[in-house]
């Protein structure tokens, strides 16, 4: 059994920062990459950020790019969100989740492995 758990969440005012954290534990398992997605009510999964398991390249979503950065503690097993200059339209649960499919790292189908979210507020 893999568990991907996530903390740091929180309510913040605007231009705040969070750092999220996603520990993953259990069984081994083999990943191309892990990555950030969020969800707003009312709105679709979308996808945030991703590092990439074997070289580490980053890759983020226009709308993000500039303000988080995603980071791993390979011995920690756990990966980072850092968010800084958050706005009130970051507000979503957070998940992190960890890409065991070939494929596009923006497709939540390409992820097996979820984690069950952490809440995001930012107040304006």
């Known amino acids: 059994q893999v568990q991907l758990v996530e903390s740091g969440g929180g309510l913040v005012q605007a231009g705040d920062s969070l750092r999220l954290s996603c520990a993953a534990s259990?069984?081994?398992?083999?990943?191309?990459?892990m990555g950030w997605f969020r969800q707003a009510p009312g709105k679709d999964r979308e996808f945030v950020a991703v590092?990439?398991?074997?070289?580490?390249?980053?890759d983020y979503a226009d709308s993000v790019k500039g303000r988080f950065t995603i980071s791993r503690d390979n011995g920690k097993n756990t990966v980072y969100l850092q968010m800084n200059s958050l706005k009130p339209e970051d507000t979503a649960v957070y998940y992190c989740?960890?890409?065991?499919?070939?494929?596009?790292?923006?497709?939540?189908?390409?992820?097996?492995?979820w984690g069950q979210g952490t809440q995001v507020t930012v107040s304006s």
């Open positions: 989740a960890a890409k065991t499919y070939i494929g596009s790292y923006y497709y939540t189908s390409k992820y097996a492995y």
């Open positions: 259990g069984r081994t398992f083999s990943r191309y990459g």
């Open positions: 590092i990439d398991w074997s070289d580490g390249s980053t």
